[in-house]
């Protein structure tokens, strides 16, 4: 019982459908999956497996057909949608494959940009954000913008800002997904550290099984099931 209750992620008998005209299509069907505190998991899949509806239903941007999700501690089918954004603001973490980053704003805008949504003075929001760009190792890219970045700077910029809020819980879509392999092991050693040092729980998803190995567990989206995977055996069958 002890590792439930220390759970960050629950997903209890969920299942999540989506309607095309007068069919229901199902993505995920009577999933339960449990993420302890400090985890760091790769989940990998068959693209349309239903990889981006897990990470979908761990923010709250999407709510399962049936079943319960359940972050934290918190149920998050009894939020409503201003609760969630407030929940999310102060839980939650994510990083985009493409970055999504504003483009007439600084490094340190951007990432200051979801504590606009905390009750954070200024001077704390830029504080904030400055710890987090140290934590990434781009406190002298502060005033840069996205255009005078790397990629894999973009991406650290990205990171950043999802640890501002000092998040419980990261999600990574693709995080590497457009980076070159130097600037990709750039990153994934930063989210191994980021959960190594602080304990960050981490969801990955990621199509590449070097990025996968990263993680401490693997788990594997096959038909709407999550079935725990080697990653030593994912490797040597590459």
């Known amino acids: 019982m002890s590792d439930l209750q220390d759970a960050v992620v629950q997903l209890l008998d969920v299942t999540k459908g989506f309607r ?25 899949g068959p693209s349309g497996s239903g990889k981006s509806t897990l ?6 941007l999407d709510r399962p057909t049936t079943g319960e999700v359940i972050v934290n501690g918190q149920d998050l ?13 102060e839980n939650l973490g994510f990083v985009f494959q493409n970055y999504n980053l504003m483009p007439v704003l600084t490094a340190l805008e951007n990432v200051e940009l ?17 710890a987090a760009l140290r934590i990434v190792g781009l406190e002298d890219r502060a005033d840069h913008y996205p255009r005078q ?28 997904g457009n980076l070159d392999a130097h600037s990709a092991e750039e990153v994934l050693e930063l989210m191994q550290s980021l959960n190594d040092q602080f304990g960050t729980t981490v ?3 990621t199509h590449d099984p070097k990025a ?17 995977a080697d990653l030593d055996a994912l490797e040597a069958a590459r």
């Open 20 to 44: 095309r005209d007068k069919i229901e299509i199902p993505v995920l069907t009577n999933t339960t999956l449990h993420i302890p505190r400090g985890d760091f998991v790769a989940v990998m």
């Open 55 to 60: 990470l979908n239903l761990c923010a709250g």
């Open 77 to 89: 089918g009894q939020l409503s949608e201003a609760g969630l954004s407030k929940w999310r603001s």
């Open 114 to 130: 979801p504590l606009l949504l905390t009750p954070l003075s200024r001077s704390e929001r830029r504080k904030h954000a400055a």
């Open 149 to 176: 970045l790397s990629g894999g700077q973009e991406q650290r910029v990205s990171i950043a800002r999802a640890l501002a809020n000092d998040p419980v819980l990261l999600l990574a879509d693709e995080p590497t």
């Open 203 to 205: 969801i990955m998803v």
């Open 212 to 228: 996968a190995r990263s993680a401490k567990r693997l788990l594997h989206l096959e038909k709407g099931t999550f079935v725990q």
